[in-house]
T-cell receptor, first 114, second 111 residues
Framework: DTGVSQDPRHKITKRGQNVTFRCDPI?????LYWYRQTLGQGPEFLTY????????KSRLLSDRFSAERPKGSFSTLEIQRTEQGDSAMYLC????????????FGPGTRLTVT | LAKTTQPISMDSYEGQEVNITCSHN???????ITWYQQFPSQGPRFIIQ???TKVTNEVASLFIPADRKSSTLSLPRVSLSDTAVYYC????????????FGTGTLLAVQP
């Protein structure tokens, strides 16, 4: 257990529905990252927060995706109008600002869109 | 085009030393190279990071040549529990949105 938790662990939804995932980082970590991972691939960067500010977004993050970290603690990732291509593992990670690449990952949320 | 490449798989036996190399041309000059381990149905776990030359911790060593176009993760005396996928992570262009994980190397350790 790295100290980063994600909820839910699994989500099955029908195409067109909205889904929201939650990530609780290690409490003293000010940086929070979201990644997407498909089978047999490495994690793909989606977005990153420093405290409550969303500083960068990948072009992979279409308009249907939105992420928030309202109080600089937990974060949510919402996908609207889900598509089958959104099926993947969504990973959250956190790190201290002084060492952004030593990231601690949660167990992930596996999304299946039917 | 930023690309981080690794061998798809490697086989080893218990007690052997394993070296996994990652190629990362054109990485940012001021950022670390980081390696992670991932087991099925879990998130990646940090192993080691380095900037240049050699870094060693309690589980691994990391070798980075002067040109920083590649890096090699060395696992001494592997055991069955080291069977996992290993990823390198490099930064391109000095921007967080250029964090690019490698394709991953599946290490299979046999008794």
């Amino acid at each position: 257990d790295t100290g980063v938790s994600q909820d839910p662990r699994h989500k099955i939804t029908k195409r067109g529905q909205n889904v929201t995932f939650r990530c609780d980082p290690i409490s003293e970590h000010n940086r929070l990252y979201w990644y997407r991972q498909t089978l047999g691939q490495g994690p793909e960067f989606l977005t990153y927060f420093q405290n409550e500010a969303q500083l960068e977004k990948s072009r992979l993050l279409s308009d249907r995706f939105s992420a928030e970290r309202p109080k600089g603690s937990f974060s949510t990732l919402e996908i609207q109008r889900t598509e089958q291509g959104d099926s993947a593992m969504y990973l959250c990670a956190s790190s201290l600002g002084g060492n952004p690449y030593e990231q601690y990952f949660g167990p992930g949320t596996r999304l299946t869109v039917t | 085009l930023a690309k981080t490449t690794q061998p798809i798989s490697m086989d080893s036996y218990e007690g052997q030393e394993v070296n996994i190399t990652c190629s990362h041309n054109n990485i940012a000059t001021n950022d670390y190279i980081t390696w992670y381990q991932q087991f099925p149905s879990q998130g990646p776990r940090f192993i080691i990071q380095g900037y240049k030359t050699k870094v060693t911790n309690e589980v691994a060593s990391l070798f980075i040549p002067a040109d920083r176009k590649s890096s090699t993760l060395s696992l001494p005396r592997v055991s069955l529990s080291d069977t996992a996928v290993y990823y390198c992570l490099a930064v391109y262009g000095g921007a967080t949105n250029k964090l690019i994980f490698g394709t991953g190397t599946l290490l299979a350790v046999q008794p």
